[in-house]
């Protein structure tokens, strides 16, 4: 069965002036926030540093909001992206008041997972229970939700990544991937999906199809670390409308 929001923006296409504006609100990290390309570069002290390219035009929640246009021309439909790179769910949590309740959205996707991770095992409840009070919220407040786990983290230190730093932060990763913590903190999400009863976006699970079958996803992140590249942007946006078409 479509989501109330599908009856919200055909009202809105229907009747402009007598409907209110479509909001769907976006809580998460550096993906959600339009983060693309870490490039390796020297502070102003001459230190290796990085550059990080931010191109919210082609983020996903761009790329659904292109959709639904298409889909409805004459609705208005607002976007609030709430992602901040480097975030987590439980820092999500904590900001959610200030960053995305005010603007009321009708729909929220949240995205967490490429920084919990970091916290190994014992950061997994923490993960959980930060999600699944977001859920709680943003029901309570009148809000639809989507959770979507993100795409995989590099599972190779790619030979494409410059500066020493970037490739410690890749070995470390793929050290995450390989012994199967990432896969626990997506099961995770799975789990509050399940017990919260709200649509999840499964886009791991289809990376993870794609990894079996002999693809290199590591080439498919614009870092080479945990950004999706462009186009990968646009699958998220492809399978978060089905689901609200579902």
């Known amino acids: 069965m479509p989501m109330k929001l599908i009856s919200l ?22 993906v959600t926030n339009g983060c ?8 102003e002290n001459g230190e290796e ?21 298409r889909l409805y021309p004459k609705a208005q439909i607002n976007i609030i992206n709430a992602g901040i790179s480097g975030d ?24 967490f997972g490429l920084n919990d991770c970091s916290n190994g095992a014992d950061g997994l409840k923490s993960y959980h229970d930060s999600l699944a009070m977001i859920v709680r919220w943003l029901k309570q407040s009148g809000s639809e939700v989507i959770l979507m786990t993100p795409q995989p983290i590099c599972a190779r230190v790619h030979t494409q990544l ?19 913590i990432f896969d626990s903190y997506m099961q995770q999400m799975r789990d509050v999906a399940k017990e919260e009863e709200v649509p999840l ?14 693809v290199d996803i590591t080439d498919l992140l614009a870092n080479y670390l945990n950004h999706p590249t462009r186009d990968m942007h646009w699958a998220f946006a492809v399978s978060l409308a089905e689901i609200v078409f579902a």
């Open 49 to 69: 540093g990085v550059d990080v390219i931010f191109d919210t035009e082609n983020s996903y929640s761009a790329d659904l909001q292109k959709i639904l246009k």
């Open 162 to 180: 410059r500066g020493e730093n970037l490739r410690k932060i890749a070995g470390e990763l793929v050290k995450i991937f390989n012994e199967g």
């Open 36 to 43: 693309f390309e870490v490039l390796s570069a020297l502070t």
């Open 88 to 111: 987590s769910a439980q820092g999500g949590l904590a900001r959610m008041e200030r960053d995305l309740l005010p603007y009321h959205p009708d729909l929220t996707v949240v995205c």
């Open 9 to 30: 923006l055909n009202e809105k296409n229907k009747n402009a002036f007598g409907s209110s504006p479509v909001t769907i609100g976006f809580l998460g990290d550096s």
């Open 201 to 214: 976006c499964d886009v791991y699970a289809r990376w993870m199809t794609l990894y079996h079958s002999g």
